[in-house]
């Protein structure tokens, strides 16, 4: 079974600055999407970034980029300029190409400080 | 744009009644799944369905049952609540194979 890891229970990050949230997942397969997805306390699931295993380019959008290492199965987050509207919890998903069975990490709370 | 619409937001249920959860979604999606989400525990799958008349088991099946009557709802059901059922509940729904889950905006639910 696929597994998706998130070392950091909790990080803070000063308001304008950079943080990077942590992922790793085990699979033997090669064909996968990776997510993550914002989760702010109104409770709505919100895709933040996606990737695509076949991929090399890591993708970006906005503020907002990845640092995707297949081979050290590593998919990690950094938002720069961090912004107060960031404070949220934040979740690594992976889910196979022909498979539609999503499989999330525990999360990551993220608190911006002013 | 409704997206995926899930009734109730809150409920509150005492140890052995029944109730389900509704999920509708407008984006004629195929794939629509249900999760729930604990503390420390993410978000895990109880059951999805691939489409109408196709439902399968996720991880954390146990004490749910679902249908696929229409392409539209795919409702949740707890046929005798427990404890270990509160929870935050939540449907998703896909267009295909590999792509975004779209969500609901949640159910939390107690049980007492």
């Known amino acids: 079974a696929q597994t998706v890891t998130q070392s950091q229970p909790e990080m803070s990050v000063q308001e304008a600055e950079t943080v990077t949230l942590s992922c790793t997942y085990d699979?033997?397969?090669?064909?996968?999407?990776l997510f993550w997805y914002k989760q702010p306390p109104s409770r709505q699931m919100i895709l933040v970034i996606r990737q695509e295993a076949y991929k090399q380019q890591n993708a970006t959008e906005n503020r907002f980029s990845v640092n995707f290492q297949k081979a050290a199965k590593s998919f990690s987050l950094k938002i720069s300029d961090s912004q107060l509207g960031d404070a949220a919890m934040y979740f690594c998903?992976?889910?196979?190409?022909?498979?539609?069975?999503?499989?999330f990490g525990a999360g990551t709370r993220l608190t911006v400080k002013p | 744009n409704a997206g995926v619409t899930q009734t109730p937001k809150f409920q509150v249920l005492k140890t052995g009644q029944s109730m389900t959860l509704q999920c509708a979604q407008d984006m004629n999606h195929e794939y629509m799944s249900w999760y729930r989400q604990d503390p420390g525990m993410g978000l895990r799958l109880i059951h999805y369905s691939v489409g109408a008349g196709i439902t399968d088991q996720g991880e954390v099946p146990n004490g749910y049952n679902v249908s696929r009557s229409t392409t539209e709802d795919f409702p949740l059901r707890l046929l005798s609540a427990a404890p270990s059922q509160t929870s935050v509940y939540f449907c998703a729904s896909s267009s295909g194979q590999g792509g975004k889950l779209f969500f609901g905006s949640g159910t939390q639910l107690s049980v007492l």
């Open positions: 998903a992976y889910r196979l190409y022909n498979n539609n069975d999503m499989r």
């Open positions: 699979t033997s397969e090669s064909d996968y999407y």
